[in-house]
């Protein structure tokens, strides 16, 4: 089963693609495998910060993470987070950042 620590690592191995790619600045995981909680069916939440907007790729960039990661990924942006209706879920998701 993957783990935060194998999360972190492929994350790390893929920064330059994705930075080159797609314009990712800077990365970080919440939710499950961020606090070490995560089982067989969780999906990998991650936070991510671009230079600019990508727009339509953005699609490609979750499919693209979702190849390495072998796993469904739910991407939230600085936008998506202050979108965030529940402010005490919002500010859940703020604390349990961890960045890559």
């Known amino acids: 089963m993957l783990t935060k620590k194998d999360v972190i690592h492929i994350l790390k191995e893929e ?12 990365m970080a995981i919440f939710g499950s495998f961020a606090t070490d909680t995560a089982t067989g069916e969780s999906d ?20 693209y993470l979702e190849s390495k990661l072998r796993k469904k990924a739910d991407i939230l942006t600085p936008g998506g987070l202050q979108g965030i209706r529940i402010k005490r879920i919002a500010e859940e998701i703020r604390r349990s950042l961890v960045y890559v």
Do not use: S
């Not at 920064?15 to 800077?26: A, D, I, P, T, Y």
């Not at 990998?44 to 499919?63: S, T």
């Open 15 to 26: 920064q330059g693609v994705l930075r080159q790619r797609f314009g990712v600045k800077r």
């Open 44 to 63: 990998v939440d991650i936070f991510l910060e671009f230079e600019k907007p990508i727009g339509l790729r953005f699609m490609q960039l979750a499919d």
